[in-house]
């Protein structure tokens, strides 16, 4: 049955393409090192050209719902990994309303299409205890294998990652305007205080003042270093520099 979507229409293979392509994609030499050494555990598919799952890492398993236990194979992404819009929709991942604005299958069919990408995506999954939303990073590239288009597929979580950002985001918050209250403070100090304590409370509004430009330049550069950091063009005299 083909079902149609606002990407692409795609027809199921049934299961002896798929045991034949498992079979085939396994014996790659690309594919190989997947069995072994640090990528062992890497959460790693690759997919055909109906975007199912005709091989995975064993490490891909820790990432779903059920764990080593399920058979991935046939499957397509998000209906591994327990998506709960690819369970709701009677023709599974890629066809529900929700679907035409998720980044895993954008860059899966990118891949599909012959060119490289990577893309965030968030998904809500039912599991043992209700539900839960889960970040990821899809880092797709294309792979020809006998005259055949598949996708390898590359998924981090980012659960760990998304929840150390926000902590930090909340606390460079709270200590700028503790520090940034600490400097007004003392500038409000200086003005009414004796003539021989003004000078160091000058100090501690000039070293609280620092803190803050230490910490703004912290946050700047961990921003730069995400590709988050806004940049504000600005015309520069060269000949003063």
């Known amino acids: 049955m083909r079902l149609e979507t606002r990407f692409t229409a795609v027809d199921r293979m049934p299961v002896e393409i798929i045991c034949r392509q498992a079979s085939s994609v396994r014996e790659a030499p690309e594919t190989r090192s997947l ?4 990528l062992v555990h890497d959460h790693i598919i690759i997919l ?3 975007r199912q799952i005709v091989f995975h890492s064993p490490g891909f398993a820790a990432l779903t719902v059920g764990g080593a236990d399920r058979d991935f194979m046939g499957l397509r992404l998000g209906e591994a990994l327990g998506c709960f819009n690819a369970r709701r929709c009677p023709g599974g991942c890629g066809l529900s309303e929700s679907c035409p604005d998720c980044g895993a299958l954008k860059a899966i069919l990118a891949a599909l299409s012959g060119r490289r990408d990577a893309r965030e995506c968030r998904l809500l999954r039912i599991n043992g205890c209700g539900t839960e939303m889960v970040d990821l990073l899809v880092t797709t590239t294309p792979f020809d294998h006998r005259g055949e288009s598949f996708c390898i597929c590359s998924v981090s979580d980012l659960r760990s990652e998304k929840r150390h950002r926000a902590i930090e985001s909340t606390f460079i918050k709270q200590l700028l305007e503790s520090v940034g209250g600490l400097e007004s ?15 160091d409370l000058r100090l501690a509004a000039t070293a609280f003042r620092e803190i803050v430009d230490q910490v703004q330049v912290y946050r700047d550069l961990s921003a730069a270093e995400r590709g988050e950091l806004a940049v504000t063009p600005a015309p520069v005299d060269a000949g003063g520099l």
């Open 35 to 38: 069995f072994s050494g640090d």
């Open 48 to 50: 055909n050209e109906a």
């Open 185 to 199: 403070l003392m500038k409000l100090l200086e003005v009414e205080a004796p003539t021989g304590m003004r000078g």
